[in-house]
T-cell receptor, first 113, second 110 residues
Framework: SQTIHQWPATLVQPVGSPLSLECTVE??????LYWYRQAAGRGLQLLFY??????ISSEVPQNLSASRPQDRQFILSSKKLLLSDSGFYLC????????????FGPGTRLTVT | LAKTTQPISMDSYEGQEVNITCSHN???????ITWYQQFPSQGPRFIIQ???TKVTNEVASLFIPADRKSSTLSLPRVSLSDTAVYYC???????????FGKGTRLHILP
């Protein structure tokens, strides 16, 4: 069966510090991978999605970046965090053909202080 | 991607049937309608997907009229644990970009 992992579960970082969040998927190959952010009490904002290794589509460039170094690994990064980067970060995957059932990871709660 | 409109929030009582309607006037011929449920501090969970008429599973039913310009998610006999945010998404299979709207915050009262 398929499993999606995210870590860390919670993170408190000062403004201006770097960020690296990792997401890995098990039990499937060539998934579409997604990063979403959800601010407190708000909806999900699509940040990045990837249809293959090294292929990243950016929806909200700002000061965040994403990379996909391996088929089932998706990394979200920032060189300098802003207060507005606080939120709940969710990684998700679907089968390669898209818009089928999307599976979400447990999420990372990021607080920028 | 077709734009969707849902009520911001709804209240209901335990044991009632709850219907949440989503409006998608510019739905395209090859678009499907998908609903997700999200509990606090969790990622959304797929509930149901349909193209036309009616789809039913163990969790919910999805009613889609002939013109497909709206859809209704029906939750039978809700309980307190159905309190969540419900998202309606419309898009074609094969579309890689999946965007969530603001959803409907459903609050079930005892």
């Amino acid at each position: 069966s398929q499993t999606i992992h995210q870590w860390p579960a919670t993170l408190v970082q000062p403004v201006g510090s770097p960020l690296s969040l990792e997401c890995t998927v098990e039990g499937t190959s060539n998934p579409n991978l997604y990063w979403y952010r959800q601010a407190a009490g708000r909806g999900l904002q699509l940040l990045f999605y990837s249809v293959g290794i090294g292929q990243i589509s950016s929806e909200v460039p700002q000061n965040l970046s994403a990379s996909r170094p391996q088929d089932r690994q998706f990394i979200l990064s920032s060189k300098k965090l802003l207060l507005s980067d606080s939120g709940f970060y969710l990684c998700a995957w679907t089968t390669g053909t898209g818009f089928y059932e999307q599976y979400f990871g447990p999420g990372t709660r990021l607080t920028v202080t | 991607l077709a734009k969707t409109t849902q009520p911001i929030s709804m209240d209901s009582y335990e044991g009632q049937e709850v219907n949440i309607t989503c409006s998608h006037n510019n739905i395209a011929t090859n678009d499907y309608i998908t609903w997700y449920q999200q509990f606090p501090s969790q990622g959304p969970r797929f509930i149901i997907q349909g193209y036309k008429t009616k789809v039913t599973n163990e969790v919910a039913s999805l009613f889609i009229p002939a013109d497909r310009k709206s859809s209704t998610l029906s939750l039978p006999r809700v309980s307190l644990s159905d309190t969540a945010v419900y998202y309606c998404l419309v898009g074609p299979r094969g579309d890689d970009k999946i965007i969530f709207g603001k959803g409907t915050r459903l609050h079930i009262l005892p």
